[in-house]
């Protein structure tokens, strides 16, 4: 639906909804094009409301309407109905006629593949029915499904099931984003888990019949999960089932509704044959992150959009303590930083940046963002890192034991941590209403014995954060002398005025400082790293975390110069890292995390940051020399690390043979690149699984010669969607600069090129925005065949497209013959009439109209 005028919502207007929902009872007689919600609500007026009462609701057909079992005639809106109710406890009972199979935005009841599924979050409840669609109405749902298909499900326990309905019952109040509903003709994948009060809770997997082959590591991701809450947490699952459906056609991820998790396919379906080690990491950790939604988020949910931070920081936290866990901790925190930097500084940096709790939105399904997930969930480290993993823990369990049912607010959860500590959190607090990433430098003293650090804080000041403040910057600091031993173990230096010092006595030699160490928070240091610094640090660093980060800032610092005036790849950066390749001591996937560069956009940002126009071209031309030159320098040890880390065994997912293979891999790569591709081809030819048939595809099409393979690949997968989606991306990320865009438009003209389908759109169009130079392309090609194709996509699905308007961010950093090109796409989609409210605010605020 088109809204002439879109409005802005505040957070300092939240008013609490007059009325309380003391249950709810939904029916529905499923039909592709006319499905019948019959909705029974009731409610309670509160004491302090002005007797006003407006319920959601969007695309609605309202078949009748009734107070207490007599007609009304309700006020009808776009958004809604507004009607006369008494002051008295009432039942509310409507019907309303949905259109399930023309619903392809993917909000709300929808259908894929011929089963129906529900998409609520944020807002889509009200395309469903009328309700108060707000997360603070919270109520027990109990549902009715009427339909002849073999599976049935809703939120909560089965209550009857029989031939052509199901009834289920769900305990525990929520509010309607958490509703879901999935029928259709599935199969299970069944199994169960024992919580540790001995609670027989029910597992199952639904997928479409053919994909019972991909379940088995989702379900053990699902078990490993729920017993780490309770470990790690104390926290049990608390229904009799717990399901989770795939679905093809998903705007996201995954959802956590209650009791029902519905996910995105390309998010839990995974065999050995079809699926990556990457796949796999990021399907454990998906799995992970909905089931612990359970608790943050569903038990304990916000109070009003602003507060998306309180459930998603958190349980992004917790998924990434879950996977430290389960796999390596270093590995994941250096992976975290190098997305966190990608996308959350992009963000900062430019016209989309806002705070973590933002304070006003048009369309909140555009804040589902990197600074609202990650920086949020850095937000949450830094606290735990401030108050210790004890009081953390102490203050995690009062928040359960006072919240549990409870729609909260960033201040609740700060004031958990107040009370559990003792602490002030007033200036902790600008990290939730402060854009903008902060900016440290440091300054080295040595005198007599005492070593001093001093530092100094600097954010700018942008349109939401004008006055910017000090922020406390919790900086984990260590000390190695000259020798390589530690002087001065980990150390939280608290950072609260905008210059501070930190001094160190009884010092027998001057230290060099080794400083945010494990990224203790998520500022970038500048100019702290000389390169001899760097290369001590990069030999010599206790910290697994600030040993890579040196590499990095070498070749960083080394690409920069590259880019600037030509230089050569530095010997003194290159043998550092063949030392660290060399060393057997290292993780295998720590040494492959070393050998890869700074990506081309970060590279872009640090130049932007500097005051330069980063060129595209020169920066890919930079990172092609670099790559050769690590070639060329660790020629001897690559095929080494090649052999050496083949794994005979049976394929399993798991983080050490994930990790050889991605140091065999990432020794393939630069093979290729010197000793010819007789490797990748082999590998492609024996390959039993999709990590190395993808990897040595991706070789050879890089080195433009993989056409057969290519061919040979498609004939092998074409019936299988999931591996589809990665032949198309892998031709466009594979491609040269010049070709990139043709390479997509042609893919777009492929038979199996099924634009309406996310995953399908966003493997070639994402892969186009992610390629530097030819997205970035200097003649347009790459702005203009975007702009096309999400101006043909918003009418279908606005959600999908505003998400991906976002990759125009970065278009001001780039010369004037690319912002016009730019400048031209943002103004011929913002031109469209009936474009959608999502994708006018993302292209308003990317154009800079706001400032
Ligand atoms: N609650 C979200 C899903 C969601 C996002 C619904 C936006 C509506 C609008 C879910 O918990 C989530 O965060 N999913 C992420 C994956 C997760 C591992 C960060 C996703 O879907 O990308
Ligand atoms: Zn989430």
């Known amino acids: ?13 939240y008013k609490p909804f007059g009325y309380d929902v003391d249950a709810v009872e939904l029916t529905f007689d499923l039909q592709p094009n006319a499905t019948r919600v019959k909705s029974r609500v009731a409610f309670v007026p509160k004491p ?74 944020a807002e889509g409840f009200r395309k469903i029915t009328y309700y108060p669609d707000r997360p603070d109405v919270m109520s027990v749902f109990t549902v009715h499904i009427n339909g002849p298909h073999p599976v049935l499900l809703s939120n909560g326990n089965p209550v009857t099931r029989g031939d052509g309905f199901a009834e289920w019952h769900d305990p525990w109040p929520k509010p309607a984003y958490l509703f879901a509903l999935v029928a259709g003709d599935l199969v299970a994948h069944p199994d169960d888990f024992t919580t540790k009060s001995g609670r027989k809770v029910d597992l199952n997997l639904y997928v479409r019949p053919g994909d019972e082959g991909k379940c088995a590591f989702g379900m053990q991701a699902l078990k490993a999960s729920m017993a780490w809450d309770e470990e790690e947490y104390g926290r049990e699952y608390d229904l009799d089932i717990f399901n989770i459906v795939a679905v093809d056609d998903f705007n996201m991820g995954a959802m956590e509704n209650k009791g029902l998790n519905v996910f995105n396919s390309s998010a839990v379906l995974a065999s050995p044959e079809t699926a990556t080690d990457m796949n796999f990491e990021r399907i454990e950790a998906i799995i992970a992150h909905e089931y612990f939604h359970n608790w943050t988020g569903n038990r304990i949910t916000c109070r009003d959009w602003f507060q998306l931070c309180l459930k998603e920081g958190l349980t992004v936290y917790r998924d990434s303590q879950f996977t430290s866990d389960m796999r390596s901790a270093a590995v994941k925190r250096i992976r975290d930083v190098i997305d966190l930097r990608g996308r959350q500084f992009a963000e900062d940096q430019g016209p989309l940046a806002h705070p973590v709790r933002p304070e006003s939105f048009q369309e909140i399904n555009n804040f589902y963002t990197a600074t609202v997930y990650e920086k949020g969930a850095e937000v949450i480290g830094m606290l735990r890192r401030l108050v210790g993993a004890d009081a953390y823990s102490k203050a995690v369990d009062l928040y359960f034991e006072r919240h549990d049912g409870q729609a909260c607010t960033i201040e609740d959860w700060l004031k958990v941590f107040e009370d559990a500590t003792g602490r002030n959190l007033d200036q902790f607090k600008l990290w939730y209403s402060q854009a903008g990433t902060p900016r440290l430098t440091m300054k080295e003293a040595w005198d007599k014995g005492t070593y001093t650090l001093q530092f100094t804080q600097k954010l700018k000041p942008s349109e939401t954060t004008p006055d910017p403040q000090p922020q406390v910057i919790p900086i984990v600091a260590g000390l190695l002398f000259p020798s390589g031993k530690e002087a001065v173990s980990d150390q939280v230096l608290e950072l609260t005025e905008a210059t501070q010092s930190f001094s160190f006595e009884g010092l027998k030699e001057r230290p060099i400082p080794s400083v945010l160490r494990g990224f203790s928070a998520p500022v970038v240091l500048e100019n702290t790293l000389t390169p001899e610094h760097a290369a001590f640090l990069l030999a010599h660093d206790t910290d697994p975390f600030n040993r890579w980060e040196a590499g990095r800032s070498l070749a960083k610092a080394n690409l920069l110069n590259m880019i600037r005036n030509g230089s050569e790849p ?25 050998l890869g560069l700074p990506s081309q956009s970060d590279l872009a940002t640090a130049l932007f940051d500097a005051g330069d126009v980063p060129d595209p071209d020169a920066i890919w031309t930079a990172c092609e020399t670099m790559g050769h030159a690590q070639a060329g320098h660790l020629k001897d040890i690559l095929p080494i690390l090649f052999e050496e880390n083949q794994v005979a065994e049976a394929y399993a997912p798991n983080a050490d043979q994930s990790g050889r293979r991605s140091l065999a891999n990432a ?42 393979e290519l061919r040979a690949f498609e004939t092998q997968w074409s019936s299988d969607r999931l591996v589809m989606d990665k032949w198309f991306a892998l031709q466009v990320v594979q491609a040269p600069p010049a070709e990139v865009s043709a390479t997509a438009l042609a893919l777009t003209a492929h038979a199996d090129f099924n634009w309406k389908n996310p995953n399908r759109f966003r493997a070639v169009f994402g892969a186009l925005a992610s390629h530097h130079p030819g997205f970035h392309s200097a003649s347009g090609a790459g702005y203009n065949l975007l702009a096309d194709w999400l101006i043909k996509l918003d009418p279908i699905n606005p959600q999908t497209t505003a998400r991906m308007c976002a990759v125009f961010q970065t278009w001001r950093r780039y010369d004037t013959g690319r912002q016009a090109h730019a400048r031209a ?17 993302m292209l308003e605020r990317i154009r800079g109209d706001s400032i």
């Open 1 to 13: 639906m088109r809204d002439a005028a879109p409005k802005t919502i505040y957070l300092s207007d």
């Open 825 to 841: 796409a943002l103004d011929r989609m913002l031109a469209v009439s009936d474009l959608s409210r999502d994708t006018t605010e």
């Open 570 to 594: 530095d010997e003194s950066y290159l043998s550092g890292l063949g030392t660290v390749l060399a060393d057997r001591s290292l993780d295998p996937s720590y040494r492959a995390l070393m």
């Open 667 to 708: 020794s393939l790569w630069l093979l290729s690149l010197t000793d010819g591709l007789d490797r990748a081809r082999a590998q492609f030819e024996t390959a039993d699984n999709m990590t190395q048939q993808l990897t040595a595809l991706s070789v050879l099409l890089r080195a433009q010669d993989g056409a057969s």
């Open 48 to 121: 302090e409301a002005d007797g006003s009462f407006f319920l959601h609701g969007e695309q609605l057909k309202l078949i009748s309407a009734q107070i207490d079992g007599r007609p009304v005639s309700p006020e009808l809106s776009e958004q809604g109905l507004s009607c006369q109710v008494p002051q008295t406890p009432f039942v509310w009972e409507a019907e309303v006629e949905i259109d399930p199979a023309h619903n392809t935005a993917l909000e709300g009841l929808y259908m894929s593949n011929g089963m129906y599924c529900t998409q609520c979050e």
